[in-house]
């Protein structure tokens, strides 16, 4: 089951007159972008269906909110293309009882996604300001299993270890060993791997042994790891 806290929400300026909610554009964004491409998780695309992506946009782009691409958020980062959010999310694998850890929380939009599927979500920034707005927008929608933290998230967040899966949004060249150190065993890692300009989506699975078991997937475009 999915649930997305809908009550309480504030007045949506930035709807025009195409109704607050959006919804039908964003069932056309699952069945269009998603479910065509082999998404097949019931509960992601129920998420995805759910969580009003334009309320993570800026104010200027509310037109391309659901289109079928990245958008800018400001301080040179992005949000990403539904699609890779969709997919990055289901190769996670997620149970309604999971802890996850979110690097680069961004606008928050992938936070808020991962919030619907499992219990807590814990989401480490390094540009402050974003992580702010993507907190006041959650606050504002009502998201209130997710717990932020600014700082270097090639460090993960100890404290809070171990997740049972870990979603990095941005891409370094290698694994950051502290990333797969805080993964529970069985749990699973989903980071792009590789160079500045194009990278490899990989996952990797903690076996109840120990040992880390790594799959390659797409190649992807994410801004790096810094
Ligand atoms: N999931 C986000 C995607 C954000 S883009 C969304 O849906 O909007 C990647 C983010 O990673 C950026 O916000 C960037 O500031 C952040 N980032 C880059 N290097 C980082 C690091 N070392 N630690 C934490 N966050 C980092």
């Not at 993570?56 to 990245?70: H, K, N, S, W």
């Amino acid at each position: 089951m999915v649930s997305f806290p809908t009550e309480g929400i504030r007045p949506d300026p930035g709807a025009g007159g195409r109704g607050l909610d959006r919804g039908p554009e964003r069932a056309a964004m699952v069945a269009e972008q998603l479910t065509a491409r082999g998404i097949q998780d019931e509960r992601v695309l129920a998420a995805m269906a759910a969580v009003p992506r334009h309320r993570f946009v800026p104010a200027a782009l509310q037109e391309e909110a659901y289109a079928d691409g990245p958008l800018p958020i400001g301080y040179g980062q992005t949000i990403s293309q539904p699609y890779i959010v969709a997919l990055m999310t289901e190769m996670l694998a997620l149970r309604p009882t999971d802890r996850v850890l979110e690097i680069g929380t961004g606008c928050g939009y992938q936070t808020a996604v991962l919030a619907a599927l499992v219990r807590e979500v814990c989401t480490v920034e390094l540009v402050e300001p974003l992580a702010r707005a993507a907190r006041g927008r959650l606050g504002a929608l009502g998201v209130l299993n997710v717990a932020f933290r600014v700082g270097d998230g090639r460090e993960g967040w100890m404290e809070q270890a171990p997740y049972d899966g870990i979603v990095v949004t941005a891409a370094p060249e290698h694994l950051p060993a502290a990333l797969g150190a805080q993964l529970a065993p069985g749990g699973r890692l989903v980071i792009p791997l590789g160079g500045r300009v194009v990278q490899q989506l990989h996952r990797f699975t903690r076996g109840e042994a120990g040992a880390l078991f790594d799959e390659e997937s797409i190649p992807v475009r994410f801004v790096p790891l810094v």
